[in-house]
């Protein structure tokens, strides 16, 4: 069974940090984009951030560039997401997703996706 678990969630201040980690397993996803999309209490799922295979090309919402990082690990089938300066806006449940076959990075669209986690952010 494919899955992604998603951990590292928790209740923060305003200004706080958090790093969020996906663990991938069941296959390889080897040459996959992967990425993260968050739904806040009466929102649509909207897209964060996702990385290519290679690393080389990485993409943001603008809600969160130069504050949020995506990485990945390959050895681990595993990416984080290094949140900084955290804003109650912040505030929703983060889904890990992955794809092997290239969606559109920012469209929730992609093949797999984790349970969630939440990211409580207080004024």
């Known amino acids: 069974q494919v899955q992604l678990v998603e951990s590292g969630g928790g209740l923060v201040q305003a200004g706080d940090s958090l790093r969020l980690s996906c663990t991938a397993s069941g296959r390889s996803f080897s040459g996959s984009v992967m990425g993260w999309f968050r739904q806040a209490p009466g929102e649509q799922r909207g897209f964060v951030a996702a990385i290519t295979w290679t690393g080389r090309t990485t993409y943001y919402a603008d809600s969160v560039k130069g504050r949020f990082t995506i990485s990945r690990d390959y050895a681990k089938n595993t990416i984080s997401l290094q949140m900084t300066s955290l804003k109650p806006e912040d505030t929703a449940i983060y889904y890990c997703?992955?794809?092997?076959?290239?969606?559109?990075?920012?469209?929730?669209?992609?093949?797999?996706w984790g349970r969630g986690t939440q990211v409580t952010v207080s004024s």
């Open positions: 997703a992955a794809d092997p076959d290239g969606p559109s990075v920012r469209s929730a669209q992609y093949a797999y």
